[in-house]
């Protein structure tokens, strides 16, 4: 488990000056061809800080797909992002490098091909010291994210905010879905057991011994119903285990309710609202982020682009954690 002290990332010192969001007053938000945050496309990890990549493989999925169409829609709705964080006060385009790295080359007829060709990219991404963040895409690409990321850092601990555990062994005798990459990241020895933290669980079991699994490897829980009734102080007291640690955070968005994000693959009601979401991923700033994901978004069940819109926003709190 390798830690160290929390730190501010150093951006790169290169001759040229950041990439930026193009000014929406000298060219209006609905023009132009669609970038994450309206940045320039730059598929060169040697000149980042953070690369922002679309994942777009829904292979993964056991219920609703179309997850594979996220990427190209919250890059849409990221177009009324702008630049400064007031909450947290910071400007992540000025403290870091940031680009839209494009999409990742999926295979969309093979999940172990698929599984492949993200962890080559990510390779490459991590090589030249850039922290990678994939907008999915289903849940199954955290674990060809996971390995890549232990290549180079070691085993790292997991904050998980989803409705669902995702440690199920199997679903119809095969290993690799969007319901086993944890397991599968365990198995592999690829996370700092027992740094394993997941907020915002709920729903049915098939039955009261589903998670024993997620207990036995000591997986911190807050369910949905905990953080409903103890709310962020409860979650605050847990991360301070995490303090120093070098962290994987993924964002499953089917931890929101289905009120505020309906264009999931296997949505769950009684989850967060909008605003808690954004309470609980403001709450990580300070912990040491090695790289992060936001997973299953799936527009065509989305309704006037409400989950891509709040995805896009979590995408931004999520950036302003490296700064
Ligand atoms: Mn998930
Ligand atoms: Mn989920």
Redesign the pocket.
């Known amino acids: 488990m390798s830690t160290s002290p929390v730190k501010r990332i150093q951006s790169k010192q290169l001759p040229e000056p950041h990439p930026t969001p193009v000014n929406a007053l000298d060219y209006p938000r609905f023009a132009g061809i669609p970038t994450f945050m309206r940045l320039p496309h730059i598929p060169d990890a040697k000149r980042l800080d953070v690369a922002l990549m679309g994942v777009p493989y829904d292979g993964g999925t056991s219920y609703r797909p179309g997850a594979r169409f996220g990427p190209r829609r919250i890059r849409e709705q990221s177009a009324l992002i702008r630049p400064y964080n007031p909450v947290l006060n910071v400007n992540p385009f000025e403290c870091l490098r940031v680009a839209d790295y494009g999409d990742l080359s999926v295979n969309p007829l093979s999940i172990e091909d698929t599984f492949r060709r993200i962890t080559m990219e990510l390779n490459v991404v991590l090589q030249e010291s850039a922290i990678p963040m994939c907008v999915g895409g289903d ?1 199954s690409i955290l674990l060809p994210i996971l390995r890549s990321i232990h290549k180079f850092h070691g085993p790292v601990a997991l904050i998980q905010l ?3 555990s ?1 440690t199920w062994d199997e679903y119809w005798g095969i290993k690799y879905s969007h319901g086993t990459p944890v397991r599968r990241a365990i198995e592999e020895g690829l996370l700092a057991e027992p740094y394993i933290l997941q907020v915002g669980l709920r729903g049915q079991a098939y039955n009261a011994q589903d998670l024993d699994y997620a207990r036995e490897h000591k997986i911190d829980m807050v369910t949905a119903e905990e953080f409903h009734q103890h709310g962020l102080p409860l979650v605050d007291k847990k991360l301070k285990a995490f303090e120093g640690l070098k962290t994987y955070l993924s964002l ?1 968005i ?2 929101v309710d289905p009120a505020f994000a309906p264009g999931t693959g ?1 949505p769950q009601v009684g989850g967060l609202s909008s605003v808690q979401i954004l309470g609980l991923v403001r709450a990580l700033q300070g912990l040491n982020f090695v790289g992060c994901d936001l997973v ?1 978004v799936s527009p065509q069940f989305d309704s006037a682009e409400i989950t891509s819109l709040l995805a896009a926003n979590l995408l931004f709190e999520q950036l302003c954690l490296f700064c």
């Open positions: 849940h989803d409705a669902h995702d499953d089917d931890v296997t299953e």
